[in-house]
């Protein structure tokens, strides 16, 4: 018996512990940086599983086509494209990228507006691909794929939330996934200033 309530006493103070663990931003904050940017999120790996967009539970998932269950790696840059088009049926329209000093929260606002998608209302909500495609040490490396696969996919014109007149951190996933990704592509980026909601430049690779 005393046994048991040692076990139970240690199991509550494990959860209060790994619940305690801060949200990032999408690696940058989980798409996309704390300090840094878009579409990742640079967070420790609790925030995947509580972040309150993406956190259901790794059942509902189980019906997809490309889970993490039964491999070793995570799904390719082309098979989550061709997930984001069959499962998502989305053609690539109305892309919003954010990268700081934009937030998430200002993709979102912007999305809705413009009846447009974002990060995580492709990957999110109850289809939770964080952690349907990723083991748990891999994260990272699943949400840089994620964003990668995203940015295949999108096509012009693209919005991307960042301050006017700013310049986007050195290492964040725009700069150093997103961005290059459409710019080879040569999709049409627009560049929208969170605070007024307008384009601040209409061709901002140019």
């Not at 049926?89 to 447009?116: C, E, L, Q, R």
């Not at 964040?172 to 307008?198: C, M, Q, Y």
Request: proline content about 5%; hydrophobic content about 35%.
């Amino acid at each position: 018996m005393k046994f048991l309530t040692l076990l139970l006493a240690l199991s509550l103070a494990i959860v209060s512990l790994v619940s305690s663990f801060p949200l990032a931003e999408h690696e940058d904050d989980y798409h996309h940086n704390c300090t840094n940017s878009t579409s990742v999120f640079h967070h420790h790996p609790s925030a995947i599983w509580h972040h309150p967009t993406l956190g259901v539970q790794k059942s509902d998932v189980t019906s997809h086509n490309i889970t993490q269950r039964g491999r070793t790696t995570p799904p390719t840059v082309g098979e989550m494209m061709k997930w984001l088009k069959a499962t998502r049926h989305w053609n690539g329209a109305n892309a919003v990228f954010w990268t700081y000093p934009g937030t998430d929260s200002d993709a979102k606002k912007f999305a809705s507006n413009i009846n447009g998608v974002y990060f995580d209302s492709l990957y999110g909500n109850q289809y939770n691909m964080v952690e349907a495609w990723s083991n748990g040490d891999n994260w990272e490396q699943v949400i840089d794929l994620m964003s990668e696969a995203l940015s295949e996919v999108a096509r012009s014109p693209v919005y991307l939330m960042l301050t006017k007149d700013a310049t986007p951190k050195g290492d964040s996933t725009w700069v150093n996934i997103e961005a290059p990704v459409l710019k080879r592509r040569r999709v049409t980026v627009k560049a929208v200033d969170p605070s007024s909601g307008k384009v601040w430049n209409d061709n901002y690779f140019r």
